[in-house]
């Protein structure tokens, strides 16, 4: 049962009187059953569609009474049935529409058993492009995809496809040569992603390679986690180091 906090001193003094609560407040109710949460995680499952907190004028999150009971079954979802954050949203938004859906449900195993097989397990782990198709949706030629290839900001997979963020990236190398930034002058972005991305999945990697099958699920809902901090903390130090702001 989570401690709605109240007003009065402690941590429930960070309610309003309208019952609505910080983030620290929320953060606080939730420690009881989830000792591991953490506001970067709060601020995630909210990046991620899963609450959507009020804003007062000056941008701080208020919680509802219903946001926090929100966040404490999604995440219960996470830790006893290994869900995606994905499979958790779909089922919650189906719920809020009124249809007869059911929740996958997985349970818990003995340590060392194999990790059950998640919903939608059997479609593709990620949206894949053929060459053709990447070609004509970035608009760009075979010449072009050479050289982009050649400076490693496009790598096709095994099987010659690419990852769809493909047609993204390469739909942003031709914006920034618009202004005379070409695919060379790119390659140090390249590298410091190649070096962020490193640091994620050393983070990730022990998480992964877990005996506990629910550590194991948690894995690609950190990585994601901590790519969206990191993808954020680049994006403000670029901008502190051009002193602007972008909208």
């Excluded at 989830?34 to 601020?43: D, Q």
């Amino acid at each position: 049962m989570l401690r709605t906090p109240s007003g009065g001193s402690g941590h429930g003094a960070a309610a309003t009187d309208s019952g609505l609560m910080s983030i620290g407040a929320v953060l606080n109710a939730l420690r009881d059953e989830f000792p591991e949460v953490t506001i970067s995680k709060i601020r995630f499952l909210e990046a991620e569609g899963l609450v959507e907190p009020r804003r007062t004028p000056s941008g701080y999150r208020k919680f509802s009474g219903d946001d926090l009971e929100r966040l404490a079954r999604v995440l219960r979802m996470q830790r006893d049935h290994y869900l995606p954050l994905k499979v958790i949203r779909e089922y919650l938004e189906a719920v809020e529409r009124g249809e007869a859906v059911r929740l996958p449900v997985l349970g818990r195993q003995r340590d060392g058993e194999p990790a059950p097989a998640s919903a939608g397990e059997s479609e593709p782990t990620a949206a894949r492009i053929g060459r053709a198709d990447l070609l004509a949706a970035a608009e760009m030629d075979e010449a072009e995809l050479a050289e982009w290839e050649s400076y490693g900001l496009l790598t096709p997979l095994e099987d010659g496809v690419y990852d769809a963020e493909a047609v993204t990236v390469a739909s942003l190398v031709r914006a920034l040569g618009e202004f005379g930034i070409g695919p060379r002058h790119l390659r140090a972005m390249k590298a410091a992603a190649d070096r962020e991305a490193g640091l994620v999945d050393q983070v990730v990697a022990p998480l992964r390679r877990h005996r506990n099958p629910q550590t194991r699920a948690h894995a690609e809902d950190r990585t994601r986690e901590l790519a969206a901090l990191t993808v954020r903390l680049h994006s403000a130090l670029v901008q502190t180091a051009l002193g602007v702001r972008l909208p």
